[in-house]
């Protein structure tokens, strides 16, 4: 049984926005900080966006002002919304607790923008 599950990429143009799913199992999603991370080819996997039990937020620099990362615990879901996507957001988008926690990783879900 996977323990995160994320949907909603898909082939944009540039400029266009995408509102990414990540479903967690209650005993990850609990009390922990929740992030998104995403993988280049041949990259190891970055944090973009994290927040916390509390609902404070911080992202990285490349995708401030354009990612707003937000959690519904009793959905035990977290949510990326991506606006005025770039070529470069191109990517496997993944969940997962924050720190990560390497046993957990699922499939991603792409995310590709083109020009």
């Known amino acids: 049984q996977a323990q995160l599950v994320e949907s909603g990429g898909g082939l944009v143009q540039f400029g266009g926005s995408l509102r990414l799913s990540c479903a967690a199992s209650?005993?990850?999603?609990?009390?922990?900080?929740m992030g998104w991370y995403r993988q280049f080819p041949g990259k190891q996997r970055v944090l973009v966006a994290r927040?916390?039990?509390?609902?404070?937020?911080n992202y990285a620099d490349s995708v401030k002002d354009r990612f707003s990362i937000s959690r519904d615990d009793a959905k035990n879901t977290v949510y990326l919304q991506m606006n005025d996507l770039k070529p470069e957001d191109t990517a496997v988008y993944y969940c997962?607790?924050?720190?990560?926690?390497?046993?957990?990783w699922g499939q991603g879900t792409q995310v590709t923008v083109s020009s």
């Open positions: 209650r005993s990850i999603f609990r009390f922990f900080h």
């Open positions: 997962n607790r924050y720190p990560a926690d390497s046993n957990i």
């Open positions: 927040v916390s039990s509390g609902g404070s937020t």
